[in-house]
Nanobody, 119 residues
Framework: VQLVESGGGLVQAGGSLRLSCTTPKTIFSRSDMGWYRQAPGKQRDLVADITNDGTPNYADSVKGRFTISRDNAKNTVYLQMNSLKPEDTAVYYC??????????????WGQGTQVTVSS
C-alpha cells in the first residue's frame, strides 16, 4: 500500500477531525489527490479532490464544512472536517489519480480510515 491514511476516529456531532494521506513523492508529484467515503451498504462517493496545481472540488454535502489541501513538500493531502454530522460516518479512502506517460491515468487507493460521528 503506497497511500497511508491517518486521522480517523470517533467524534461527537459538531466536532472536527483532520485526515492525512501520505504517498511516495514519485506518486504525489504527478497525481490529483482525492478523498472518498463509503458508508455501510452504500457506494463509495467523492468527498473532495484537489488537482496537482491545487484546485479543490467538493461534494455538495460537505461544502463549507470540509477543506482539502495538499502539502507538496510533505507529499501529503489533508481533509479538514468541521461541523461533523452523523451522516458523515463512513470509511474514508484516499485516492491518487496518477498521470502516466502517453496520457494514461492510474488510480491508487489507501486502505481506508474509519470516521464515526455520534449524535
Amino acid at each position: 500500500v503506497q497511500l497511508v491514511e491517518s486521522g480517523g476516529g470517533l467524534v461527537q456531532a459538531g466536532g472536527s477531525l483532520r485526515l492525512s494521506c501520505t504517498t511516495p513523492k514519485t506518486i504525489f508529484s504527478r497525481s490529483d489527490m482525492g478523498w472518498y467515503r463509503q458508508a455501510p451498504g452504500k457506494q463509495r462517493d467523492l468527498v473532495a479532490d484537489i488537482t496537482n496545481d491545487g484546485t479543490p472540488n467538493y461534494a455538495d454535502s460537505v461544502k463549507g464544512r470540509f477543506t482539502i489541501s495538499r502539502d507538496n513538500a510533505k507529499n501529503t493531502v489533508y481533509l479538514q472536517m468541521n461541523s461533523l454530522k452523523p451522516e458523515d460516518t463512513a470509511v474514508y479512502y484516499c485516492r491518487a489519480k496518477v498521470f502516466e506517460s502517453r496520457g494514461q491515468e492510474k488510480l491508487q487507493w489507501g486502505q481506508g480510515t474509519q470516521v464515526t460521528v455520534s449524535s
